[in-house]
């Protein structure tokens, strides 16, 4: 099956199983991503992992992702996963408002969630409800902020001994 008959396959799947929870999808550098709404995403991945012939088993990546220009939905995780015996992989995506951090966790579906979760937890503020442990993981428990956020800007307005011109600009 090829990339695009995947994605039809997929998209039909869980247009049917999950109605209008299923928000819609694309191809993005050869992968299948679909988007579903956030109050859904445990239930979708657990299909997708349950059902013999999706048989999606294992959790490649969970990341998180702040587009702070996308206003309503600045926030978003993005589960990969991969089907080993036919080798297929896709991304679900879930989207969010920037105060509206709250993630089910999906340690019960994979236990390796777990660190994925506590790393994204750690740089962008995720709230993986139902965690088992949830605490930063790689910066200092004093931290009060996430810095994979984009809140911050990339250099300092204050310098001037540099030049735009010695990085090409």
């Known amino acids: 099956m090829n990339t695009t008959e995947l994605f039809d396959h997929l998209s039909e799947k869980l247009k049917a199983q999950f109605g209008d929870d299923f928000i819609g999808g694309e191809i993005q550098y050869d992968f299948p991503v679909f988007i579903v709404e956030k109050k859904s995403i445990l239930e979708v991945l657990q299909y997708l992992k349950t059902t013999p012939e999706l048989n999606y088993h294992f959790l490649t990546t969970l990341c998180g992702i702040h587009m702070p220009e996308n206003k309503g939905a600045e926030l978003a995780i993005m ?78 307005g204050s310098r001037d001994d540099k030049s735009d011109k010695m990085f090409g600009r």
């Open 79 to 156: 589960y990969q996963l991969h089907n080993m015996v036919d080798n297929h992989r896709i991304r679900v995506k879930i989207f969010m408002e920037d105060g509206d951090v709250k993630v089910p966790s999906a340690t019960s579906i994979w236990p390796t969630a777990n660190w994925m979760e506590r790393q994204e937890y750690d740089f962008f503020g995720f709230n993986f409800i139902g965690h088992p442990d949830l605490r930063r993981i790689l910066n200092m428990d004093e931290m009060n902020y996430f810095p994979m956020r984009k809140e911050y800007p990339l250099e300092d």
